[in-house]
């Protein structure tokens, strides 16, 4: 009511002042009404103004993430290209395991790649191995963080402790002939390593 109000008057004075100078002492009183109306009321505009601007928000940053491909380039002779990391080559062509968890914040995928054999003497399989681990939230700006673990002897994956809201993985490894089983506590802000005692 009060806006429509207002608007009126601004009308009214509007269509009044744009005509010529009224000789009318009512017609001027009515225009001195709604000027003094509207000098009284400049603040609350200005405020009721401010206020039902949209609020200026900064652009977020963004986000480290793969390129969207269009649509149209699937469809055209694919591309190669070299990649410059000079570690990814190695780790693409040596990962043979994979393990997964979803968290509730971000998804785990650790994979263990041989550095080849620990001891060329030996006749059987004696891999020493890294494994790395890459993160990913699920929420937009999506984030993503990688890290590498090792080296071990022997590795293998032998489980997750099922706790969405702090994820551990479990990975055992040969320690001088003995089998110990080391714990990795993951999160977006790094990974904390607790070494378990050796098995019997």
């Known amino acids: 009511m009060y806006f429509a109000t207002l608007r009126f008057s601004l009308v009214l004075l509007a269509l009044l002042t744009s005509c010529q100078q009224a000789t009318d002492p009512e017609q001027q009183a009515v225009v001195t009404r709604l000027t003094h109306l509207v000098e009284s009321q400049r603040d609350t505009i200005a405020r009721l103004h401010s206020r039902l601007r949209p609020p200026v928000v900064a652009p977020a940053a963004p986000a480290p993430h793969l390129a969207l491909v269009p649509v149209s380039r699937f469809y055209k002779k694919p591309e190669i290209t070299a990649l410059a990391d000079a570690d990814l080559p190695e780790v693409l062509s040596l990962l043979d395991t994979t393990a997964t968890?979803?968290?509730?914040?971000?998804?785990?995928?650790?994979?263990?790649?041989?550095?080849?054999?620990?001891?060329?003497?030996?006749?059987?399989?004696?891999?020493?191995?890294y494994v790395y681990v890459g993160l990913g939230t699920y929420d937009l700006p999506q984030e993503y963080k990688a890290f590498r673990i090792g080296p071990f002897y022997l590795a293998q994956f032998t489980g997750w402790n099922q706790d969405k809201d702090n994820p551990v993985l479990y990975i055992q490894h040969d320690v001088k002939g003995r089998k110990h089983v080391d714990t990795f506590r993951i999160s977006m802000a790094g990974i904390q390593h607790k070494q378990a005692a050796a098995h019997p």
């Open 101 to 129: 968890f979803m968290a509730n914040e971000f998804d785990i995928k650790a994979y263990r790649v041989c550095n080849g054999p620990a001891d060329p003497d030996l006749e059987y399989c004696n891999c020493s191995h």
